[in-house]
Every structure is written in structure tokens, then in C-alpha cells.
């Protein structure tokens, strides 16, 4: 195989395909493919990626774990909250800043903790809402909603493209046709607490 059949190899296929991943792995992620039992799936976590849900729920899940006392309003988006090993600090951040927590969970997922649901549980002002835009955005918290669009675009062109003649689509077309729009499948609440027992208890 020569350098230009390699370079041709991952400019015409490799490099789409990966696109084209990316693309479905966005819209699996959102509202549009599937949604969630809104009584196991708060509204705040609808049409977000299904590990950042998960995530979030476990969490939420230690909110017993805390009590009002255990939490210090400090100033401003600055809490303190007190958990069995220590203190921890907690900043929702702002425009230019990203929130953060002193936590071990959150150094490792980025994502919020026990300590920012047990914010969102005891001071009602603060939650999800006041985290930063910059933050609820892709990749973490949200699917990338261009990506979205752009795979609903395809699954469209091609459906049209099918009605006008099936058999010269698959030849010229086998690579770039977006598979169907999936059914709506609704997670119901016995199906996600099957993923907490394996996922082990927030402690
Ligand atoms: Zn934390």
C-alpha cells in the first residue's frame, strides 16, 4: 500500500467514520432518541449523556447523608460543607471560571458531587441553574447539539434520497446515509436501578 492509498484510506474513510461516531454517539445522548422516567430523571438531567445522569443520580442520592447544619454558606458562590472526613470547599465558579469542589469524586469526574447536590437539596437558590453556561455545555453536561442537528440532517437527506431511487443510493451513497431515527425507548425506573447495584453506594 502506498503513502497516497493511506492518506486517501483515512481522508475518505477513517476520518469520516470517526465523524460520523461522534455524530450518532450525540444524538443517542439526547431527548430525541430516548427519554427518561421523569420521576427517576429529574428535568435538569433529561436529554443529558446517560453516564453524566447516572453519575448525578448516585449522588443525589447521598443527599440523607446531609443536613442543613452541615453546610456553610460562605460568601458568595462559596460553601463549605461538612462531611464524616472533613470539610470540603465548594465554588459553583462564574463566567471565566469553572465550579470546583475539594473533593476527591470531583478532581476525578469534573462533574458535581455529593457536595454541590447536597447545595442544590439545602439552599434552593443555589442549584443546577447556577452553575456556569460555560460548563453545562458539550462535551460534559450536555450533547452537542450541532452534532445532533447536523445527524438528523442526514437521517432526512437520506430518507429522501431512498424514496427517489433505493438501488442508486446504496451504490453511490453507502458510506454517508445515516441509519434510521431509533424508536423513542423510555428507560423506565426498574432498568436504572439496575446500573446503581452494580454501580456500588455513594459514601
Ligand atoms: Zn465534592
New binding site residues.
Partial sequence: MTLSHIISSITTQFLPALHYKYVFKNFKQSDLYRSYNPSVVPDYLQGRPKETILHCLHRQGANNKFVREDIVHVHMENFEVKGKKGS?T?NFGDQSHDPH?T?R??LTFHLP????FAIFHHFPDWNWEKLPKHYLMPPYLSADSEAIAEYISGTQKSSAEHSINLEDTLQDHPESNYSEIPRKVRYNSFMLSDCFEDGGKVS
Fill in positions: 470540603y465548594v469542589c473533593c469524586d470531583w458531587c455529593k457536595h454541590f
